[in-house]
T-cell receptor, first 114, second 113 residues
């Protein structure tokens, strides 16, 4: 079945450091790819998405490019802030019958220190 | 304003005592989902409703049931909670269609004593 593997955490960085969180996937079809973020005490919220090969999703300084040849969707940010501290989930969708099932990675906890 | 609301945020129940978690939405989305998330694990889909059509995941235990009386509300019933059912339960909603974004509630953390 479909699966998502993402970089084990936790990740601890200093403010303004460069961030990469690796994500690879296995899928039988052509999934859409997502990054969701969960801030402390809150639910998951969409950070960015890409729906086809070579698409780049971006939001709040974060970027990820859908790489079909390497089945990857790595999350990057050039300069992290303390407010980026959260758990980040990579996910893919498995379209069926008009509704979207999300398959998540295990999540990567990011802590950014001042 | 919260668009997907889960109540309660924390729920404590006793082993074997039925419990119901609730979810409501103001987005008028036709798809609603229930996920189980255990500590340091990925959210795992239990089931979802596409309008009134119920879709159960193959590996969801029979102990878990759901009801959706109308578009706005969805309930998760755990008939006889075991210690292994202690987890965070997440509700989400989406429109139908390819690559639809799911909107999550803040979750209900269930403890089983």
């Amino acid at each position: 079945g479909d699966s998502v593997t993402q970089m084990e955490g936790p990740v601890t960085l200093s403010e303004e450091a460069f961030l990469t969180i690796n994500c690879t996937y296995t899928a039988t079809g052509y999934p859409s790819l997502f990054w969701y973020v969960q801030y402390p005490g809150e639910g998951l919220q969409l950070l960015l998405k890409a729906t086809k090969a070579d698409d780049k999703g971006s939001n709040k300084g974060f970027e990820a490019t859908y790489r079909k040849e390497t089945t990857s969707f790595h999350l990057e940010k050039g300069s992290v802030q303390v407010s980026d501290s959260a758990v980040y989930f990579c996910a893919l969708s498995d379209p069926q019958g008009g509704s979207e099932k999300l398959v998540f990675g295990k999540g990567t906890k990011l802590t950014v220190n001042p | 304003d919260a668009m997907v609301i889960q109540n309660p945020r924390y729920q404590v129940t006793q082993f074997g005592k039925p419990v119901t978690l609730s979810c409501s939405q103001t987005l008028n989305h036709n798809v609603m989902y229930w996920y189980q998330q255990k500590s340091s694990q990925a959210p795992k889909l239990l089931f979802h409703y596409y309008d009134k059509d119920f879709n159960n995941e193959a590996d969801t235990p029979d102990n878990f049931q759901s009801r959706r009386p109308n578009t706005s509300f969805c309930f998760l019933d755990i008939r006889s909670p075991g210690l292994g059912d202690a987890a965070m339960y997440l509700c989400a909603t989406s429109r139908s269609g390819s690559a639809a974004i799911q909107y999550f509630g803040a979750g209900t953390r269930l403890s089983v004593l």
